[in-house]
């Protein structure tokens, strides 16, 4: 062990020395209990900053076995110790590595590789940590936590750069994910497909009005959400239905619970419709399989939307989301009787459960029947006709009685809750706006995070940075925080 080696040993055994007189000797008779756990995980921290300088100095003292070569097989020459930082949980440690280079090479310093360091001084560790908040807070305030919790701050620019550069194997990460066992599937493949826009930045290159005037509405990017799992028929009556939808449903009601979706994955991208939907269809390829008896596609009723998924996936069965279906019978229903007509629940309720029953022509029909009345104003009839616009138009994907008798699920909520949860929770905080390659990255990250594939990814992201810094395959373990803390337990 060398004199460096010896003296923090002897530092690390005095401090340990002092935390047991700490909690053990008179003074901690009068402490608090916060007292005491704060001051113990500050010092803890010292403690651990010590044992992980330690180690890396122990690691640093051995010179790599002769002859160390390029990635060309050119032969390097020792030159000497070159210093680096490590910026860790434990915050900053510099110690110096042995350098080895030769005229017209990049030098090499072999350590790096052994301990798989990354290009930039952060660690790992505290990028995990760090991009975690990232993924749920602003930059501010995740800086505010490390600095609160840790004792650290990175500048925002910093949290920037590594969240991006930490997002770009997530495609790949999704490419190479296999697919739930089949023995684990519903019968049901369900895909579903939105849009949700994400305020972007204004500047002079792309827009002349880049300063936004008193009223004048933020410049937004339309981020594509799409949903893949499938689920276990569940049957409903179009009475049910309507309860559920009305807000009537009754707590004594005898209906099984609803099953839970398997293998929800759900995604965003500010890459547009076809990007989007090319991404959905090969994770549609990774779960077809035998097992698979329906496959249907919910989307609300945006044109555009629904001709590139009828393209895209010939084989599934376009359902209109009887959410935004019931959605344009309340404004039929507004248009008519107004907003405060004690009648306006049950005539929306009673053409409702026409159009749950397979019905929606005959409820065409009377909203037709209704413009030619009289006593309507100009306003009202074109309320009316905008719902009936709507229904004609859709007709095809609003055959209501088939799809329940058949158990599929006839709303988008889990798309319509990614829309919220996944972009606009996070995109749409107070005061925000994107770059398109700041608002992806982030989009791929919390994607990893809500689909609860957090660990797995930065496994996954570890090994191809890896691989692009050394150019050989890491043998790196899932030391995920589950793991370590089962391991310490």
Not at 58 to 64: D, E, F, G, I, L
Not at 224 to 251: C, F, K, S
Not at 324 to 340: K, V
Request: charged share 25%.
């Amino acid at each position: 062990m060398s004199s460096n080696s010896t003296e923090i040993v002897q530092q690390i055994h005095q401090d340990f020395k002092n935390l047991v007189e700490y909690v053990t000797g008179p003074a901690s008779q009068s402490r608090t209990a916060y007292e005491v756990e704060l001051t113990l995980f500050r010092q803890l921290l010292l403690l651990g900053a010590q044992l992980l300088r330690l180690f890396f100095v122990q690691r640093a003292a051995v010179r790599p076995q002769e002859p160390v070569c390029a990635p060309d097989g050119t032969r390097l020459a020792y030159q000497d110790r070159r210093q680096t930082t490590y910026f860790s949980i434990f915050g900053k440690i510099r110690f110096g590595r042995h350098y080895f280079h030769a005229p017209g090479q990049k030098g090499i310093c072999p350590l790096d590789e052994a301990l798989s360091l990354p290009s930039r001084c952060y660690s790992d560790l505290l990028r995990d940590w760090a991009e975690y908040c990232t993924t749920d807070e602003s930059y501010d305030e995740s800086n505010r936590m490390l600095q609160r919790i840790l004792g650290l701050s990175l500048s925002k620019q910093a949290l920037e750069t590594v969240v991006q550069e930490d997002a770009t194997d997530v495609e790949a990460f999704y490419e190479q994910k296999t697919a739930p066992p089949a023995e684990t599937e519903g019968p049901i493949l369900v895909i579903q497909a939105d849009g949700k826009g994400v305020p972007m930045v204004r500047t002079e290159a792309t827009d002349p009005a880049a300063r936004r005037g008193k009223g004048q509405k933020r410049t937004q990017k339309e981020s594509v959400v799409t949903a893949i799992y499938t689920i276990e028929p569940y049957l409903r009556t179009p009475e049910q239905v309507a309860d559920a939808l009305l807000h009537e449903a009754q707590q004594t009601s005898t209906q099984p619970p609803r099953p839970a979706p398997v293998g929800k994955e759900v995604r965003a991208t500010l890459k547009g419709k076809d990007f989007a939907l090319a991404r959905l269809a090969r994770q549609v390829d990774q779960r077809q399989g035998e097992h698979i008896q329906h496959r249907t596609a919910l989307t609300d009723g945006a044109e555009a939307l629904q001709d590139r998924v009828l393209s895209a996936f010939p084989g599934f069965e376009l359902v209109l989301d009887i959410i935004h279906g019931s959605e344009y019978l309340w404004r039929a229903a507004n248009a008519l009787l107004g907003e405060t007509h004690p009648n306006r629940t049950p005539w929306v309720k009673e053409h409702l459960l026409s159009i749950l029953s397979g019905k929606t022509e005959t409820v065409i029909q009377t909203l037709e029947d209704l413009t030619h009345d009289s006593s309507l104003s100009p306003a009202q009839v074109e309320g009316l006709n905008t719902t009936i616009g709507y229904y004609r138009r859709n007709l095809p994907y609003m055959h209501y009685d088939h799809y329940l008798a058949r158990g599929w699920p006839i709303s988008s909520g889990v798309v319509e809750g990614a829309c919220g949860h996944l972009v606009k929770d996070r995109m749409e905080q107070s005061g925000m706006c994107w770059t398109p390659t700041g608002a992806q990255a982030i989009l791929e990250l919390r994607a990893a995070r809500v689909n609860d594939d957090w660990d797995a990814y930065r496994l996954f992201h570890r090994q191809r940075q890896h691989e692009k810094l050394y150019g050989a395959a890491p043998g790196l373990p899932a030391a995920s925080e589950t793991i370590v803390f089962k391991q310490a337990a």
